[in-house]
């Protein structure tokens, strides 16, 4: 699964594409397919920890 990551601190340049393993729901939960989300601008300003 393609998924953008925050690994580190900084601005726009710090999301990173990566390959990551798809996921297993667990006991009570449920697996859902997104083929999109949005991204606002107040999104961004939440990469900073």
Not at 11 to 28: I, K, N, Q, S
Not at 32 to 49: C, G, K, L
Request: charged share 25%; proline share 8%.
């Amino acid at each position: 699964m393609r998924a953008v990551q925050i690994t580190r601190v900084g601005g726009p340049e710090v999301l990173d594409v990566v390959d990551l393993p798809e996921p297993e729901p667990g006991e009570g939960q449920r697996l859902y397919e997104v083929s999109s989300a949005e991204v606002n601008f107040a999104d961004t300003h939440h990469r900073v920890s």
